[in-house]
């Protein structure tokens, strides 16, 4: 495991933990399982609690949300637990939740991500895309690379001992080439289409901005992820 794993699934889930935090939610629990999901979330108070569940791209039945980030206002998440199971997402941070320290990223809160390791310097990094059960995904390569991108111009590493293998080059040139149109790139990818025929269609703008929220999402418990202050 690295010193420092980042967890990345733009589409939606960690778009959407670093809205719920940031909106006032008192942290974010992630499952790969509907049924533990249910079990653990029962021991919370129901007042206290919100259950988030997403197969698909679309809402599991009987859960409070799905996966939208535009479900996470400050009215409905403040003050409260998220208990969220995702398709992808949530695997994906199941898989590095044993890193001394683990982080989600998306691009709305890149910055956050990026000043934190140019602050903390963790002797490894490793960035997770989450993709759609198994593959490649274009948006979360995107987001690695903007990642990659912003801490190769400002961290005076050379690339060549800044990049660990050749895929933090590819994802740097996505980037690049993107970097000016996301959103576009958001509605060329599989899954954005995927969520387009939902009649998704908003939260695919917002996951495809930069830098707009100053949250910085951090395991503080294997599965359990907070703001960090």
């Not at 974010?28 to 259950?51: G, H, N, T």
């Not at 969220?84 to 695997?91: D, K, P």
């Not at 809160?109 to 934190?116: E, L, P, Q, S």
Request: charged share 20%; proline share 4%; net charge negative.
């Amino acid at each position: 495991m690295p010193e420092c794993a980042i967890a990345v699934d733009v589409l939606r889930a960690t778009t959407t933990m670093a809205t719920a935090l940031n909106n006032g939610a008192e942290a974010v629990q992630v499952f790969s399982d509907l049924d533990k999901l249910m079990a653990d979330s029962e021991k919370w108070p129901a007042d206290k609690r919100i259950r988030a569940g997403e197969r698909g791209g679309g809402k599991v039945d009987g859960f409070d949300m799905g996966n939208s980030p535009l479900d996470c206002g400050p009215e409905m998440v403040a003050g409260k637990r998220i208990f969220i199971s995702t398709t992808n997402g949530t695997r994906a941070l199941q898989r590095i939740e044993t890193s001394p320290t683990v982080l989600t990223a998306a691009l709305i809160n890149r910055k956050a991500v990026v000043d934190f390791l140019l602050s903390k310097k963790p002797e490894t990094i490793g960035i997770v895309g989450s993709g759609w059960e198994g593959s490649f995904s274009l948006e979360d390569t995107v987001c690695a690379g903007a990642i990659a991108h912003s801490l190769l111009a400002q961290s005076g590493i050379s690339p060549q001992e800044f990049a660990g293998n050749d895929e933090v080059f590819g994802a740097i040139a996505l980037y690049q080439q993107w970097q000016d149109k996301l959103h576009e790139l958001m509605q060329n990818a599989s899954h954005g289409q995927r969520l387009l025929r939902l009649g998704v269609i908003e939260d695919l703008k917002y996951c495809a901005q930069t830098d707009i929220l100053d949250v910085l999402p951090m395991q503080r418990e294997p599965g359990v992820l907070v703001k960090s202050n």
